[in-house]
């Protein structure tokens, strides 16, 4: 079965910089993958999607790619701000009813 | 897109018994969706809420436990039933509109069980 993973421990960022997260799924490639943005004690938010053939789709300061060979897509904040400290998603599309499959999440910490 | 609400937002509840969550929605939506949330892990989908019939259940997951119901398009309930401790969780409700491709959250139903 389809397996995602993101790395569990937190990643630390000083402002300004550029941060990256990873997710990495194990079988089929899905027809999109996407990412949400989930804040303490709230639903998650979506953040943007990505089809299985494209390599890149950008959103202001976030920009998502989809390597279906490496079966990976990467998650981009440039000019990262404290406020970008959250906990990040990614989903992919499960084939079937509208169902996503669910990553744990990385924690990101933006330090000023 | 949706504005969701859920009820309650928190409970505190005995073993052996029962909590109904409540999920509104502000529009008509195609999709609704009951998840589960523990602390640092990720979202486990419990069942789709079927408007106007049974609910589709995820593997592991029954409706004795967990009955749903979903009377129209905006509104949907997830009963926990005969409660204990493993049941603590985040409960998520979502809705997509078909084609889509998004999924809108509620805020949670945080539930600690005693």
Not at chain 1, 20 to 26: A, I
Not at chain 1, 68 to 89: E, G, N, R, V, W
């Amino acid at each position: 079965s389809q397996k995602i993973e993101q790395n569990s421990e937190a990643l630390n960022i000083q402002e300004g910089k550029t941060a990256t997260l990873t997710c990495n799924y194990t079988n089929y490639s899905p027809a999109y993958l996407q990412w949400y943005r989930q804040d303490p004690g709230r639903g998650p938010v979506f953040l943007l999607l990505i089809r299985e053939n494209e390599k890149e789709k950008r959103k202001e300061r976030l920009k998502v790619t989809f390597d279906t060979t490496l079966k990976q897509s990467l998650f981009h904040i440039t000019a990262s701000q404290p406020a970008d400290s959250a906990t990040y998603l990614c989903a992919l599309y499960r084939d079937s009813n509208y169902q996503l499959i669910w990553g744990a999440g990385t924690k990101l910490i933006i330090k000023p | 897109s949706a504005v969701i609400s859920q009820k309650p937002s928190r409970d505190i509840c005995q073993r052996g018994t029962s909590l109904t969550i409540q999920c509104q929605v502000d529009s008509q939506v195609t999709m609704m969706f009951w998840y589960r949330q523990q602390p640092g892990q990720s979202l486990t989908l419990i069942a789709t809420a079927n408007q106007g019939s049974e609910a589709t259940y995820e593997s592991g997951f029954v409706i004795d436990k967990f009955p749903i119901s979903r009377p129209n398009l905006t509104f949907s309930t997830l009963t926990v039933s005969n409660m204990s401790p493993e049941d603590s969780s985040i409960y998520l409700c979502s809705v997509e509109q078909a084609y889509q491709e998004t999924q809108y959250f509620g805020p949670g139903t945080r539930l600690l069980v005693l």
